[in-house]
């Protein structure tokens, strides 16, 4: 696609020059931001929720003019020293592209085809080229196979796309990404980005927003908001080598950066990075001297590294008692063929067949899976809201089929479902996290002394007051689930709880599970992310509906599994594929079962001690005795 | 759950009806919809049900999933029939029951209204079942043209219809997720006295507008990201021109109103 003739050659694609913008609410949303993306960069725009990121792609995109500053988009002079020319606005919009966090409000038809056209439509194309464009656009997002689909039918990941194909055919000098990967889960944001990555070629002008690390790399130049300021501007090597106003900016660096970062820390001698090849090639070329294989394996370093070890075989096989079973699941088949027959073909989608296992109370269980495995299905029949068509599941010593137990069932377990900040509804937060415990029947002294409680445990005490709609996503999240904490339930069932949070939010979320754990409530949480369900006491790997492996992370988290878990759509946690990685390119690594790295840290410490040994390997098989001393 | 509606969406088959101009469609559909309030007699009846049938069938839109669509309001529909049933005193007494009377009269209210309403429902159905929302938004802002020309919002009022359309699936399944997350903590909707339902629905609904405001705003952005400016400067993709078939099927359902009317008179 060539650049807009608008754009002369050598100008800005986009051009911000001291621009500021405040909402009503007192709230700087940018302050004196400068910035110039020349024609076919990709840039990449970080910062924690809040930063004014948002704000800065809408002001791009030239769907928001700023209250003071001099802005130019695609040519076009839109605002200079704060006048607006509107006339130049409407001009320059036909040139600018946007795709946003939800997939679902960017869709305006029910047909994938129709949709792309809608752009090229309004732009009032040639009813001959938009069929052109519309064959174009979804080929170069790989859902031509979709033309004639319902996008509501399809995965967050394809609407997405077929959002970005919109975008496309209306042929934009400057396309910009407002979170696109935010609500998709790691296949779907790892397909975005291959699309970026395609279109990047093709030259187009990007503006990504995002605050996820992990995308940022393949950008030409990052900035970091922070408050509406510009904090950090560069490629992103220098931004990265800013490791500690990342940190105090609340966002987490990238895996490469984190580890070289632990190994040095440990006195292995690699330079900093963040760049993965880099820091792998490094790490191979340190371990390169001879090995020696007589060297024991010391096994202290292990104790360090935060990591749950894996209960003694014996132990985790042995039927618990059944006091000690939070909840169990025997032999349970259910499919949503009868309830959503409405729905039609998609009847099937998510349905179980024979899946037994057993949580013990206190323990931290993480269900994973691809989208449309199950585990949403399982999660909803554990907290009762459907029955099993056969099998049963009994949570708390309640069986949850007889209508009767529902009550009961909702009184052990609580639920908290994906996006549960959109069930908020009462005036205040208070009133809120008191819906529950008044259901329950409790007296209002009672009532309050819970509420406080778990309103305390998420850290919004004193917002008692405030209305949940006037809260930030992050905190409206917080506040449903002390809704569900003030039911004081025994158990509680997390449907993907850090989907869409900031590195941030995640923290804070980790930090209330860990509490919640260390309280002794059992935890049963639907994950994406192979990281947390490393760190559970057992995880639970469906495909298809059916369960393929239940076990301690250290028993599924396996370099044996790893083609496994690949085929259903997952992977291993970061550290461990490292691991792996790098025994391939010849680091001496043991990683049979317990000794395998799950953590960062674990695998810092690994590798530092396969670099020592190979360090100390020659020495100790021709110079010994010169080295006893030391 | 009953909140699962599946009511307008598109079913995409390659048939007759699916090809129709969708004015003509629309026009057609909305003719033999309102013709239905004519039907009194048994063969008017038949005739109605039997060309209800025949468009089912040209459809190509699965007998099932059509019937299913349109049960809820059906069943409505019949248990309105009940009424007619015990009030209407008509005819001679089949049946009487004490103060329960049920008459020849009754009975034929109870079985045709409902009979005649389907008919209707149906055909709305079948026009949304084959029609796609784009094309529904032209056949809709063309009916609208003489409000347009008056300088009414007609093209807008055409596009928040097809919005509407394209938005009911998402909010049936974000109702359907907030009744889960109330029952979740103990606020059973559905259960319990009709005073308890009446109160459980209130949190239900406010949190399904604030999440309809939410969409709303999103939909905005998107709507002005894509230069959606109302229909003055549009193309049309595949533009509206009635062919040989449209006239024709204008033609058939033109015979089948005179033939329906005609059938009354006898």
């Avoid at chain 1, 995640?506 to 002794?520: F, K, V």
């Amino acid at each position: 696609m060539q650049p807009s003739p608008s754009i002369a050659r050598g100008a800005s694609a986009v051009s911000l020059s001291h621009v500021s913008l405040s909402f009503e609410t007192d709230v700087q949303a940018l302050v004196d931001v400068s910035l110039e993306v020349a024609p076919g960069e990709r840039l990449c725009v970080l910062g924690p929720n809040g930063s004014g990121k948002s704000t800065l792609a809408s002001v791009i995109c030239g769907l928001l003019a700023p209250d003071a500053g001099s802005v130019t988009l695609v040519g076009e002079p839109v605002m200079r020293e704060g006048t607006v020319d509107f006339a130049a606005y409407r001009r320059a919009r036909r040139s600018l592209g946007l795709v946003f966090q939800n997939p679902d409000d960017q869709l305006v038809t029910t047909v994938v085809e129709e949709d792309v056209a809608f752009g090229p439509e309004n732009l009032g194309v040639d009813p001959a080229q938009i069929g052109e464009r519309v064959r174009r656009e979804l080929h170069r997002v790989a859902m031509q196979d979709f033309a004639k689909a319902d996008p509501t039918r399809l995965s967050g990941g394809q609407k997405q796309r077929v959002a970005i194909a919109g975008a496309l055919a209306m042929e934009p000098s400057v396309i910009v990404f407002d979170e696109p990967g935010a609500l998709l889960d790691v296949r779907g944001r790892r397909s975005i980005m291959r699309v970026m990555d395609a279109l990047a070629r093709d030259g187009i002008t990007q503006v990504h927003v995002t605050h996820f690390m992990e995308e940022a790399f393949a950008a030409d130049r990052v900035i970091v908001l922070d408050h509406g300021r510009i904090a950090l501007s560069g490629t992103p090597d220098e931004v990265f080598s800013h490791e500690r106003e990342l940190r105090a900016l609340g966002l987490e660096p990238p895996f490469a950066a984190r580890l070289s970062e632990l190994l040095r820390d440990r006195g292995v001698d690699v330079p900093w990075t963040c760049d993965v090849a880099t820091l792998k090639s490094a790490v191979a070329s340190v371990c390169a001297a001879p090995l020696d294989s007589r060297v024991s394996r010391p096994q202290a370093a292990r104790a360090t590294t935060g990591e749950k070890d894996a209960a003694p075989a014996a132990g985790a096989k042995a039927p618990a008692a059944p006091e000690d079973v939070a909840v169990s699941v025997e032999g349970v088949t259910f499919s949503y063929a009868e309830s959503s027959a409405t729905r039609g073909d998609a009847g099937t989608r998510g349905a179980l067949e024979g899946v037994s296992l057993t949580v013990q109370r206190g323990s931290l269980t993480s269900i994973v899976g691809q989208t449309g495995s199950g585990k949403s299905t399982l999660a909803r029949l554990m907290c009762a809201l459907d029955t099993p068509d056969a099998g049963r599941i009994v949570v708390g010593g309640v069986d949850t089929q007889p209508r009767r137990n529902r009550r009961l069932v909702h009184q052990r377990i609580g639920y908290v479902m994906q996006h549960p900040e959109r069930q908020l509804f009462a005036e205040t937060v208070w009133q809120d996290v008191c819906y529950g415990p008044r259901n329950l029947g409790l007296d209002d002294a009672e009532v309050s002394r819970r509420a406080s409680r778990a309103l305390e445990l998420v850290g919004l005490s004193g917002r008692e007051q405030v209305s949940p709609f006037e809260l930030s996503g992050g905190q409206q999240r917080l506040c449903a689930i002390a809704g569900i904490l003030a039911m004081r339930p025994g158990a509680i069932v997390l449907d993907e709880p850090t989907a869409g949070l900031d590195p941030r939010g995640r923290a804070e979320l980790r930090r209330i599970l860990g509490s919640l754990h260390a309280h002794g409530v059992t935890i049963i949480q639907v994950t994406h992310s192979m990281e947390d369900a490393a760190r559970s006491d057992q995880v639970v790997v469906l495909n298809n509906a059916r369960l393929l492996m239940a076990g301690t992370p250290r028993e599924v988290f396996t370099p044996a599994n790893a083609v496994l878990l690949r085929e259903c759509g997952l992977g291993l946690p970061a550290p461990l594929a490292w691991a792996i990685e790098l025994r391939e390119a010849g680091v001496t690594l043991d990683l049979s079962q317990g000794l395998a790295p799950l953590t960062t840290e674990a695998l810092a410490d690994a590798l530092a001690e396969a670099i020592a040994r190979a360090a100390r390997g020659p020495h100790d098989a021709h110079d010994s005795h010169d080295r006893g001393g030391d | 759950m009953a909140l699962r509606i599946s009511m307008g969406q598109y079913v995409p088959r390659n048939s007759c009806i699916h090809r129709l101009d969708p004015r003509a469609k629309v026009g057609a559909a909305l003719a033999v919809m309102i013709t239905v309030f004519f039907v009194q007699t048994p063969a008017q009846l038949a005739f109605a049900l039997a060309f209800a049938a025949a468009v089912l069938a040209l459809s190509k839109v699965p007998a099932r999933q059509a019937l299913r669509s349109v049960r809820p309001l059906v069943v409505m529909l019949f248990l309105l029939g009940l009424f007619n049933l015990l009030y209407v005193r008509e005819g001679h007494v089949l049946l009487a029951l004490g103060a329960l009377r049920i008459t020849t009269g009754g009975l034929w209210y109870a079985i045709c209204y409902p009979l005649r309403f389907t008919v209707a429902v149906l055909m709305g159905a079948l026009m949304l079942f084959t029609t796609t929302p784009t094309q529904l938004t032209d056949a809709v802002d063309a009916c609208l043209a003489p409000l347009s020309s008056m300088g009414l919002p007609g093209h807008e009022l055409a596009m928040v219809f097809s919005l509407m359309l394209r938005f009911i699936p998402t909010i049936a399944d974000e109702a359907q997720a907030i009744v889960d997350a109330q029952a979740a903590r103990g606020g059973a909707v559905g259960e319990g006295s009709l005073a308890h339902r009446v109160r459980a629905i209130g949190p239900v609904v406010v949190a399904l507008l604030a999440s309809s405001a939410h969409h709303a705003e999103g939909l905005s952005r998107a709507l002005d990201a894509r230069c959606y400016e109302g229909g003055s400067a549009r193309s049309h993709w595949h533009p509206l021109h009635m062919a040989g078939r449209d006239w024709l099927a204008l033609a058939i359902c033109a015979a089948y109103v005179v033939v329906l009317l005609f059938l009354g008179t006898l």
